[in-house]
T-cell receptor, first 114, second 115 residues
Framework: GENVEQHPSTLSVQEGDSAVIKCTYSDSASNYFPWYKQELGKGPQLIIDIRSNVGEKKDQRIAVTLNKTAKHFSLHITETQPEDSAVYFCAASSRGFGNEKLTFGTGTRLTIIP | GAVVSQHPSRVICKSGTSVKIECRSLDFQATTMFWYRQFPKQSLMLMATSNEGSKATYEQGVEKDKFLINHASLTLSTLTVTSAHPEDSSFYIC???????????FGQGTRLTVV
């Protein structure tokens, strides 16, 4: 099955600086890569996603890049703000029993230092 | 985005009792819903895929008789933890996918504590 690795596990950046979180996946058949933000005690919230036919996608301060050959994708947050502090999960979509199921990375705890 | 509502958000139950958690898609139909379990400071672990009108598909190592899943309508899936024990204490999260789309939207999660 799919295996997703995520780095770093914790990340602290100064407010206004950029943050980068990286993930690698193992299944070359995976074709959908979402990123989720999870705040304490809440469910994950989809913040951006990318499909395998696209190399980069941007939404305001958030961007995701995908390198299919190397099987890795990254989340970039620019001009970070205190409200960006949360745990971020990457995921990859692989087929299971006829349904698209998500395999999650281990998470990155991002702390924005005011 | 689409809204998935999960209820209750917190529940405390005694060992040996059963607890039901509901997951509803509020503004869309979801043939497929997913149930996850998350331990503190860990990632989400998929427990099972809930299919409307048919049996759920459980991941390896998940006891289907302990975690009963029912997906009786296109907007509601339920997870029942039967004969709960303290080791079942965890954060349970559901997600739903709009039919025909890949994006998955998550509920708020349910914090289960078994005492």
């Amino acid at each position: 099955g799919e295996n997703v690795e995520q780095h770093p596990s914790t990340l602290s950046v100064q407010e206004g600086d950029s943050a980068v979180i990286k993930c690698t996946y193992s299944d070359s058949a995976s074709n959908y890569f979402p990123w989720y933000k999870q705040e304490l005690g809440k469910g994950p919230q989809l913040i951006i996603d990318i499909r395998s036919n696209v190399g980069e996608k941007k939404d305001q301060r958030i961007a995701v890049t995908l390198n299919k050959t190397a099987k890795h994708f990254s989340l970039h947050i620019t001009e970070t703000q205190p409200e960006d502090s949360a745990v971020y999960f990457c995921a990859a979509s692989s087929r299971g029993f006829g349904n698209e199921k998500l395999t999650f990375g281990t998470g990155t705890r991002l702390t924005i230092i005011p | 985005g689409a809204v998935v509502s999960q209820h209750p958000s917190r529940v405390i139950c005694k060992s040996g009792t059963s607890v039901k958690i509901e997951c509803r898609s509020l503004d869309f139909q979801a043939t497929t819903m997913f149930w996850y379990r998350q331990f503190p400071k860990q990632s989400l672990m998929l427990m099972a895929t809930s299919n409307e009108g048919s049996k759920a598909t459980y991941e390896q190592g998940v006891e289907k008789d302990k975690f009963l899943i029912n997906h009786a309508s296109l907007t509601l899936s339920t997870l029942t933890v039967t004969s709960a024990h303290p080791e079942d204490s965890s954060f349970y999260i559901c997600s739903a996918r709009i039919d025909g789309y890949t994006e998955a939207f998550f509920g708020q999660g349910t914090r289960l504590t078994v005492v």
